[in-house]
């Protein structure tokens, strides 16, 4: 018997390589390939009609630069409902037995979640004992159900091209932990950069490490971790810093965005493996970014902290999300109260503590309403007064 099973497959993945040949185009708005979204929406007191209703939960844009659909989801756990039938018996322990028996049993992506009983990230003989004890009565309520409301939301979107897909700085200068930071509202980085969407990025202030590449420009170049890099050909893909280093200079000049706050999430549609430990791993909100194919990625983001509306959601489940979206490749940004959205400039979810400021926003954008980059322009001045 295999008394110890780990959740949701967390196998080994090898690392994707560089390949930069593919010259396939975005899928083009309105041609058949991207996906029919209507006009946006109305915006509601709570920002989404309720679910059952015409909108099913659906905001979404369309343009002839841009195709955004944003869908509010609920999941909801029951400490130990293996079958899913609503209620916890004695087939479910049977369930939870045969399930530690690799390959005797298969369980929904829900129900291993539920197995999970101590939320250790694994299912074990632990598990069973708890189950065993709650149903021998010698365990309250209290002592086994562990309440589990998450409230997520996915961004799924296209765009005509990589220019459509930017990143800005708060007050529109860079900076990291050795300049200070600067920090501002995503509400009010969307405004001054005239975003149809907005949502909080890399906090690259947070640190003074890492590979900062935003909008085609390098602003730092310090070893950290496991790095996503978006090309302007549409592409991302998650490299180790030793990849990344080894990267041409004519590929590295193709690099649009990076994304450094870690860890990743998928590699190639698999679950990525990573050396972090710690609190990071735990239930947070959470804000990630997923690749699909060139010029179509979606973001998700996790409330939580947030007892009865949304408790937020650990690593190895918000790769669970993205794997079932049919992600190829995704990555953990920065989310905790940074995990913020906004449309037109207002606010979509409930942040966490009402939200924070942070250092920079991942934002989609018209082309006719971009503004100068006005970060770059005083990098590459200070760049060129040093030398």
């Given at each position: 018997?295999?008394?110890?099973?780990?959740?949701?497959?967390?196998?080994?993945?090898?690392?994707?390589?560089?390949?930069?040949?593919?010259?396939?185009?975005?899928?083009?708005?309105?041609?058949?390939?991207?996906?029919?979204?209507?006009?946006?929406?109305?915006?509601?007191?709570?920002m989404f009609l309720p679910e059952g209703q015409v909108e099913k939960g659906e905001m979404s844009?369309?343009?002839?630069?841009?195709?955004?659909?944003?869908?509010?989801?609920?999941?909801?756990?029951?400490?130990?409902?293996?079958?899913?039938?609503?209620?916890?018996?004695?087939?479910?322990?049977?369930?939870?037995?045969?399930?530690?028996?690799?390959?005797?049993?298969?369980?929904?992506?829900?129900?291993?979640?539920?197995?999970?009983?101590?939320?250790?990230?694994?299912?074990?003989?632990?598990?069973?004992?708890?189950?065993?004890?709650?149903?021998?009565?010698?365990?309250?309520?209290?002592?086994?159900?562990?309440?589990?409301?998450?409230?997520?939301?996915?961004?799924?979107?296209?765009?005509?091209?990589?220019?459509?897909?930017?990143?800005?700085?708060?007050?529109?200068?860079?900076?990291?932990?050795?300049?200070?930071?600067?920090?501002?509202?995503?509400?009010?980085?969307?405004?001054?950069?005239?975003?149809?969407?907005?949502?909080?990025?890399?906090?690259?202030?947070?640190?003074?490490?890492?590979?900062?590449?935003?909008?085609?420009?390098?602003?730092?170049?310090?070893?950290?971790?496991?790095?996503?890099?978006?090309?302007?050909?549409?592409?991302?893909?998650?490299?180790?810093?030793?990849?990344?280093?080894?990267?041409?200079?004519?590929?590295?000049?193709?690099?649009?965005?990076?994304?450094?706050?870690?860890?990743?999430?998928?590699?190639?549609?698999?679950?990525?493996?990573?050396?972090?430990?710690?609190?990071?791993?735990?239930?947070?909100?959470?804000?990630?970014?997923?690749?699909?194919?060139?010029?179509?990625?979606?973001?998700?983001?996790?409330?939580?902290?947030?007892?009865?509306?949304?408790?937020?959601?650990?690593?190895?489940?918000?790769?669970?999300?993205?794997?079932?979206?049919?992600?190829?490749?995704?990555?953990?940004?920065?989310?905790?109260?940074?995990?913020?959205?906004?449309?037109?400039?207002?606010?979509?979810?409930?942040?966490?503590?009402?939200?924070?400021?942070?250092?920079?926003?991942?934002?989609?954008?018209?082309s006719a309403d971009i503004v100068p980059d006005t970060a770059a322009e005083q990098w590459l001045?200070?760049?060129?007064?040093?030398?």
């Amino acid at each position: 018997m295999h008394f110890r099973r780990m959740l949701a497959g967390f196998t080994a993945a090898v690392l994707c390589t560089v390949n930069l040949g593919s010259t396939a185009a975005y899928a083009q708005v309105g041609d058949g390939s991207a996906i029919e979204f209507t006009d946006f929406s109305d915006l509601y007191p709570d920002m989404f009609l309720p679910e059952g209703q015409v909108e099913k939960g659906e905001m979404s844009y369309k343009s002839h630069d841009l195709n955004i659909s944003i869908t509010r989801h609920e999941f909801d756990r029951l400490t130990g409902d293996l079958d899913e039938n609503g209620e916890v018996t004695v087939t479910d322990a049977v369930l939870l037995m045969q399930y530690q028996n690799e390959g005797d049993v298969l369980l929904s992506k829900t129900a291993q979640f539920n197995a999970d009983i101590n939320e250790d990230n694994m299912v074990t003989v632990q598990d069973t004992a708890l189950m065993l004890r709650w149903l021998n009565g010698e365990l309250t309520d209290g002592q086994f159900f562990i309440e589990h409301t998450l409230v997520y939301f996915v961004v799924d979107f296209y765009v005509r091209s990589m220019e459509n897909f930017r990143t800005a700085f708060a007050k529109g200068v860079y900076h990291d932990l050795n300049m200070g930071k600067k920090d501002d509202t995503v509400m009010n980085m969307a405004k001054e950069n005239n975003a149809v969407f907005a949502i909080n990025g890399d906090f690259t202030s947070f640190r003074n490490d890492g590979v900062t590449w935003h909008n085609g420009i390098l602003y730092r170049d310090k070893r950290r971790v496991e790095l996503a890099v978006i090309y302007d050909s549409g592409e991302m893909e998650i490299l180790t810093h030793a990849q990344y280093t080894a990267l041409t200079d004519e590929q590295k000049s193709h690099i649009w965005q990076t994304v450094n706050f870690s860890p990743a999430l998928l590699i190639d549609g698999e679950y990525a493996p990573t050396t972090q430990r710690g609190n990071i791993l735990n239930r947070h909100p959470r804000t990630g970014i997923g690749y699909f194919s060139p010029g179509h990625y979606c973001f998700v983001l996790a409330e939580g902290r947030q007892p009865g509306y949304s408790n937020g959601v650990r690593v190895w489940e918000f790769a669970q999300i993205f794997k079932d979206l049919g992600c190829i490749h995704a990555y953990n940004t920065d989310g905790g109260a940074s995990s913020v959205m906004a449309l037109y400039g207002a606010q979509v979810n409930h942040p966490a503590w009402n939200g924070r400021a942070t250092d920079d926003i991942f934002y989609l954008v018209d082309s006719a309403d971009i503004v100068p980059d006005t970060a770059a322009e005083q990098w590459l001045a200070q760049q060129e007064a040093a030398q």
